[in-house]
């Protein structure tokens, strides 16, 4: 079951390529997120929104460029990116709040390969 | 951000109970204790979270120390689907960051 689904599932571009890649979620959620997963490291947290505001960015080059529309969808926008980039992407969904100690809801990522 | 530690990795057998421990010394009264697992393929999902009191769900049980320094996530009755890396995260009320380690990747024997 997946409430948070993301497309493409795998994507192969070269480095002076521009591509998007989506999350839509279907859970009603208030907070959407990016995650970073590189083989043989522990997943890292990109951008976080609120409410389509973003609240958080981890220190993220300039060549990724998120863009949350609505509650419901979240795209990061790749250009120019590097071999190191490859990895996978995966996207969560949340119902955040100060008080909330609801959980991520993942979808299954974007598997990226950079030329 | 307090830190949790896992072993690298763990092996059971079908059917049989597996307990996955964390450490967490550092932990503060505000830290939940939140486990997620990651099938091949697959984003993270959540299994299981909780503060100071034992707490049980489907797919889980998690048992935390009277000091909360550690913590088990107890699998009663293993199966092949249950083969995962399982993570073991700190999270005060309210916070968004996930923070994850590289986790326990459990193996289940048939």
């Known amino acids: 079951e997946t409430g948070v689904t993301q497309t493409p599932r795998h994507l192969v571009m070269g480095m002076t390529n521009k591509k998007s890649l989506k999350c839509e979620q279907h859970?009603?959620?208030?907070?959407m997120y990016w995650y970073k997963q590189s083989a043989k490291k522990p997943l890292e947290l990109m951008f976080v929104?609120?409410?389509?505001?973003?609240?958080e960015n981890n220190s993220v080059p300039s060549r990724f460029s998120p863009e949350c529309p609505n509650s419901s969808h979240l795209f990061l926008h790749l250009h120019t990116l590097q071999p190191e980039d490859s990895a996978l992407y995966l996207c969560?969904?949340?119902?955040?709040?100060?008080?909330?100690?609801?959980?991520?809801?993942f979808g299954d990522g974007t598997r990226l390969s950079i030329l | 951000d307090a830190k949790t530690t896992q072993p690298n990795s763990m092996e059971s057998n079908e059917e049989e109970p597996v307990h996955l421990p964390c450490n967490h010394s550092?932990?503060?009264?505000?830290?939940?204790i939140h486990w997620y697992r990651q099938l091949p393929s697959q984003g993270p999902e959540y299994v299981i979270h909780?503060?100071?009191s034992n707490v049980n769900n489907r797919m889980a049980s998690l048992a935390i120390a009277e000091d909360r320094k550690s913590s088990t996530l107890i699998l009663h009755r293993a199966t092949l689907r249950d083969a995962a890396v399982y993570y073991c995260?700190?999270?005060?009320?309210?916070?968004?960051?996930?923070?994850f380690g590289q986790g326990t990747r459990l193996t289940i024997n048939p």
């Open positions: 995260i700190l999270l005060i009320q309210g916070a968004q960051k996930l923070v």
């Open positions: 859970l009603g959620h208030n907070a």
């Open positions: 969560a969904s949340s119902q955040a709040g100060k008080h909330s100690n609801q959980p991520q809801h």
């Open positions: 929104y609120n409410f389509k505001e973003q609240t």
């Open positions: 909780g503060l100071t």
């Open positions: 550092t932990i503060s009264g505000t830290d939940y």
